[in-house]
């Protein structure tokens, strides 16, 4: 008796929520035209960013190294996203009611879950990338050929992504006996389990935030190491040829020539001779090319952007849909959720700018594609990898 007046007391809440959000969905003709055209252009950005990113990864063999792999698996993700999980949701958006039927609802669903998470697992593995490429530099470089370690990961990140959520979305409803979807909406049966929501949770954002802050922090704290026992080694090799320059009655101005000389060959034989030091801050040349050290600071801004937009765009749904579950919606409004919701998918959109056109290799690949007249690279710059 109990558990069924609980089963109609959920059913009531469910009707009276449902009845709210389709009222909340009333836009007037203004508002109609303007949504329509923000989402539109969302799926434009979003298509047109990411098939770039396929597109220069397909027609450009220079690109296809094991690291820019982990792109063309975010690439396809965010892609599906815009052609696909958006112009779907659109009119369920815009009207209300969700009229294409259970089955539709189902897959819109688990790709929904699926391609934002599989998005989230990309981000983890390119900064475990860098990672990698920094503390392993010389076992790095070895696997770079190998292609098929890349795919193996790719496929990974798929079928974890899919079973994060798929079989719960599939399968919720059999395992509880009923359904709690009003027929006119589209959400998942765990909605409202909070505690599903927090577990899911911790390996969909809590988890992947930490690893790729630590992942980037190390990098930073790699690339300001190395620059600093560069700083340390130029200075003492050119105290010492000075010393020694001056006992033998060399002018000055010919000896710290020597010494930056040799403060340079030095640092090539350090580079050799260490396999801590990686391709991605190459602390051998830095003292003598004083632009690698604006360089180092554009990468680590970039690892700072990487952090936080990943931050921006995922936080505040998580925890908010924690918080809905656990008081059941009755303490967050609705549209707050769809603000959250809709950052989701607009991380899709900056992703093609945030990651490949922070590598010179890309944006190569996109001159050449987009203004092919103009393009004058060289062909000895094309070939270069791993940028």
Known sequence: MVE?????????Y??????????????SGPLFVILMVM???LVVVIVLGNALVIFAFKVDKSLRTQCNYYFLNLAISDFLVGAFCIPVYMPYILTGRWTLGRGLCKLWLVMDYLLCSASVFNIVLISYDRFLSVTRAVSYRARQGMAHQAIIKMIAVWVLAFVLYGPAIIFWELVVGRSSVPKDECFAEFYYSWYFLLSASMLEFFSPFI??????LSIYLSIRRRRLHSRKAQLHLQLSETASAQGKGIPLSHNSEVGMKLAVRGSIHSQSSSPSLGKLDPSTSRAAHPSRLSRDKKIAKSLAIIVCMFAICWAPYTLLMIIRAACRG??????????TFW???L????????????????????????CPKRHTTPQSSVLRLGQ
């Open 4 to 12: 069924q007046t609980e089963s109609n007391s959920s059913q009531y």
């Open 14 to 27: 469910f009707d009276n929520t449902s009845t709210g959000v389709q009222s909340s969905f009333v836009f």
């Open 39 to 41: 989402m539109v252009t």
């Open 211 to 216: 690893s790729v802050a630590f992942f980037n």
């Open 330 to 339: 009755r303490c967050i409004q609705h549209h707050w959720y769809e603000v």
């Open 343 to 345: 950052l989701l998918w």
């Open 347 to 370: 991380n899709s959109a900056i992703n093609p700018f945030l990651y490949p056109l922070c590598h010179s290799s890309f944006r190569r690949a996109f001159s050449r594609i987009l």
